[in-house]
């Protein structure tokens, strides 16, 4: 299996781990193991080089840091997560400054190819479609997202869409165990919940959702 995003720093001591092939870590130092890849945490406070695999909390960063992160990304030699659309406040932010989303917005700055997009909570078929032109791929923390109050992404538009979709763990506050099966029932059952239809999303969905693909 595949953990596609945890900020857990005890990660490989979990039990969950036990059963993943694949985990992406994002924080401000290393885990030294086979299965880890390791993100650079880059928030707006950030202080430091970026460099790497980037975790981008915010795309609200000062223009000096956002040239940084192209310019890392643009060398064409480590992968990038932006938790984009993660809240309303943040949609409309950029709205208000830029006149479009903050997944167009990371599109403008060419950061979106191939990357990888968290949070992706109000996110719009118009972004959906953004997301894919770009070969970009969904990463979906349903223990974070519902635990936080911050609801769930279109998860039945991505499938129709063909997107390629990810699950991660997020916090340890939600899911102590850093379980993907505890996060894909619950996307499940969310997913059918919200929209009031049994059985929401396909089973093979489902279980590529667990997959590296």
Known sequence: MFNALTFDRNITKKEGDKHCRRIFYAGSDFIAD???????LVSPTFEGKVQGNVYVESLSLSDKLLDELINNYLEGKSKIILNLSSTLD?????????GYS???????????EGAYVAGATYVDKDDLDIIKQNNAEII????LTLGDGLGIPPIRMMETLGIKTHLGTGLSEYNPNANLLFERDLIRF??????CIKDALSDDFLRKLLSYH
């Open 102 to 112: 903050p997944v167009f917005f990371a599109e403008k700055l060419g950061l979106l």
């Open 34 to 40: 086979d299965t880890v890849e390791n993100f650079l």
């Open 140 to 143: 979906i923390t349903p223990s």
């Open 190 to 195: 969310a997913a059918s919940g919200y929209l």
């Open 90 to 98: 943040e949609v409309g932010s950029f709205d208000k400054k830029y």
